[in-house]
């Protein structure tokens, strides 16, 4: 048979800690000193205190927020490797495409305006030999060659 014998708890019916009623010294507006035992507790890392964490979250809540954030990590990955392939593609393209293409438009502007210089001269040239002929003529005195029938 068991027999059951009641334990009394002395730290049950030992007085608080702290001021007694009666003590009107109390003061509360000093600043706490932190004891040389509670110094200890400011020197884990943020890392640590997130890792002690895991234990007050669920692991179905774990797991969900894991699955989250590995699928959005994926994406992102996926996003800036083709974002990377992309920008490859197009700055290549452009310059095996555009460079080549800019140097024979540039080359043709060229050869249109020497085009454009040349009939200029050639126009001016004309204006002055007809300006010659007809000023050699007068100075002479004679009237302008007519063409025979």
Same mark, same amino acid.
Request: charged share 30%.
């Given at each position: 048979?068991?027999?059951?014998?009641?334990?009394?708890?002395?730290?049950?019916?030992?007085?608080?800690?702290?001021?007694?009623?009666?003590?009107?010294?109390?003061?509360?507006?000093?600043?706490?000193?932190?004891?040389?035992?509670?110094?200890?507790?400011?020197?884990?890392?943020?890392?640590?205190?997130?890792?002690?964490?895991?234990?007050?979250?669920?692991?179905?809540?774990?797991?969900?927020?894991?699955?989250?954030?590995?699928?959005?990590?994926?994406?992102? $990955?996926? =996003?800036?490797? %083709?974002?990377?392939?992309?920008?490859? #593609?197009?700055?290549?393209? +452009? &310059?095996?495409?555009?460079?080549?293409?800019?140097?024979?438009?540039?080359?043709?502007?060229?050869?249109?305006?020497?085009?454009?210089?040349?009939?200029?001269? $050639?126009? =001016?040239?004309? %204006?002055?030999?007809?300006?010659?002929? #007809?000023?050699?003529?007068? +100075? &002479?005195?004679?009237?302008?060659?007519?063409?025979?029938?």
């Amino acid at each position: 048979m068991v027999k059951l014998e009641e334990v009394k708890d002395e730290d049950l019916d030992r007085p608080q800690e702290g001021p007694l009623e009666d003590d009107g010294d109390w003061d509360t507006d000093e600043e706490s000193v932190i004891s040389e035992d509670d110094a200890g507790l400011f020197d884990e890392s943020l890392l640590e205190r997130v890792y002690a964490l895991k234990d007050a979250i669920p692991p179905s809540t774990r797991r969900n927020v894991a699955f989250t954030f590995n699928t959005a990590y994926t994406y992102g $990955k996926k =996003a800036i490797t %083709l974002g990377g392939k992309t920008l490859w #593609v197009i700055s290549s393209s +452009a &310059l095996l495409l555009g460079v080549p293409w800019a140097l024979a438009f540039s080359e043709e502007q060229q050869l249109q305006e020497m085009e454009r210089e040349v009939n200029m001269q $050639k126009s =001016a040239n004309d %204006l002055l030999t007809q300006g010659a002929n #007809v000023g050699a003529g007068q +100075a &002479l005195g004679t009237q302008q060659a007519k063409p025979s029938v």
